[in-house]
């Protein structure tokens, strides 16, 4: 499932070919993959592509309805021009490579020039829903604050981490408590902070705490401003992967020397998903 920097990205990159354009037509393959009228959104021009979590949001200068993108574990989101330039992002299946629509495409965007997007999605997890005002507040009220939201204070943070029973990990990448900690971000922004994963976070000091917010916050902007990380599932469409995985401190680097003390990594089971971490650069 690609991360916050990697729906970051994917926002920017279609916001310019989709701004100002307008949605001729709806074409759904696949029922599961689309919710709400299409009628709504065929005609106003679209004023925003944006990120809340790793919600992508397209807006309509009308203001009535969103349209609310997951691509979870296997979505892409495919823009393809008048001269078949292909642009966004998602999961790598050939689909990105391919003539489209493919085999995986579940919903199909007709744009008024002569552009069309395309969201495949091959496990059929991802959705687009079109929602009013409200249904959009209530879906985005699911997630905690954006980790990189300038509103987040020290102080906040802290008393928030008091009340956790949970290892520190669990905590930051429940996006309840704050959107858009991932699994490589975590890792590393626990290793940035010198923090150990398996730490209790009602334990964490108030210094600790705020080590670890900024650690999270770096690790977080560094992803977006290298597009991303290209590990596993995730690869933007057009080839340009996301850099990040060549600075990756400790993720996905089992038996790897740490890069600030020089101790192997260790790979753990925590919540079901892997945790890598340094023994002893980490308590």
């Known amino acids: ?39 709504f959104v065929i005609g106003p021009r679209i004023k ?35 001269d078949k330039i292909k642009i966004g992002g998602g999961h790598p299946t050939t689909d990105w490579i391919d003539e489209l629509p493919g085999k995986h495409t579940r919903v199909i965007l007709k744009l008024d020039d002569d552009s069309t997007l395309y969201f495949n999605d091959m496990r059929v997890f991802g959705w687009m829903k079109v929602v009013a005002k409200a249904e959009k507040t209530k879906e985005l009220a699911n997630y905690g604050p954006d980790i990189i939201d300038s509103k987040i204070t020290d102080a906040w943070f802290y008393q928030q981490l008091q009340k956790k029973s949970q290892s520190i990990k669990q905590v930051i990448m429940d996006s309840a408590f704050i959107a858009g900690v991932g699994n490589i971000y975590a890792c590393d922004g626990l290793h940035l ?74 790979r753990i089971k925590q919540g079901g998903r892997s945790t890598f971490y340094c023994p002893r650069c980490q308590k």
């Open 48 to 82: 925003t592509v944006a990120r809340r979590a790793k919600i992508l949001i397209i807006e309509f200068d009308n203001s009535l309805v969103s349209i609310l993108i997951h691509l979870k574990m296997t979505g892409q989101l495919i823009h393809v021009d008048q």
């Open 1 to 39: 499932m690609p991360e916050l920097p990697e729906v970051e990205t994917i926002a920017r990159r279609l916001a310019t070919k989709l701004i100002g354009r307008t949605i001729l037509s709806v074409a759904v393959l696949r029922s599961k993959s689309w919710s709400g009228q299409s009628e």
């Open 193 to 266: 902070a010198r923090i150990s994963p398996t730490r209790l976070a009602k334990t964490l000091s108030q210094s600790e705490a705020e080590q670890l917010l900024v650690a999270l916050q770096t690790v977080i902007n560094r992803g977006i401003e290298l597009g991303g990380a290209t590990i596993q599932n995730y690869k933007n469409v057009d080839g340009l992967s996301g850099k990040y995985q060549y600075e990756r401190r400790v993720y996905a680097r089992e038996s790897d020397s740490c890069v600030v003390c020089g101790q192997s990594i260790l």
